[in-house]
């Protein structure tokens, strides 16, 4: 075993085991990466969505319209995604997202990933950035705060991902 091994297992040992707040704040550090992953999941998700060119959107889009007949155009399905990252966000930073601040700081990531996505999709062959969709996303994550503000929902929600 390597010296840096060694003393990190007796720091362990000693100084994380021995005391309850110290135990306390290194589970938190753990938990808090993994309630990460479903948010990194859903950016992944709409990364790979904005990797598609514009031959391959025109050929999906037909069959979601036969689905959701309303839909003319993907501003319904940026409003659904950033909707779902927003939860995400909310769901990784726990009840800390209670706070108003905390819920305009996510609306805000949803907004600034969504103008990092438009960049993305400047990139990709036959799509182009759309300043719509920025707002869309926006929009999307904004009614996901307030529905889960809703004090009967946000109960609900808590209980489901406690």
């Known amino acids: 075993m390597k010296l840096s091994g060694l003393l990190l297992a007796v720091y362990q040992q000693y100084c994380i085991e021995g005391d309850p707040v110290k135990q306390t704040l290194h589970a938190n550090k753990r938990r808090s990466l ?5 948010a990194l999941a859903v950016m ?3 990364f790979l ?3 598609r060119t514009g031959d391959e959107i025109n050929h999906f889009l037909p069959w979601f319209q036969k689905l959701f007949p309303a839909m003319s155009s993907f501003d319904w399905g940026h409003f659904m995604a950033y909707f779902v990252l927003a939860l995400a966000f909310d769901y990784g930073f726990g009840t800390r997202a209670d706070s108003w601040s905390m819920k305009i700081l996510i609306v805000a990531l949803c907004g600034l990933y969504g103008l ?3 960049y993305h999709q400047s990139l990709v062959g036959g799509r ?3 300043l719509q969709d920025i707002r869309n996303d926006c929009i999307g ?3 996901a705060m307030a529905v889960t503000a809703i004090p009967a929902v946000r109960r609900r929600w808590r209980k489901i991902t406690s």
Not at 34 to 38: K, M, N, R
């Open 128 to 130: 182009t950035p759309d």
């Open 116 to 118: 990092t996505d438009e």
């Open 34 to 38: 993994l309630y990460a992953i479903p």
């Open 141 to 143: 994550g904004a009614i």
């Open 49 to 51: 969505l904005s990797s």
């Open 44 to 46: 992944a998700a709409i």
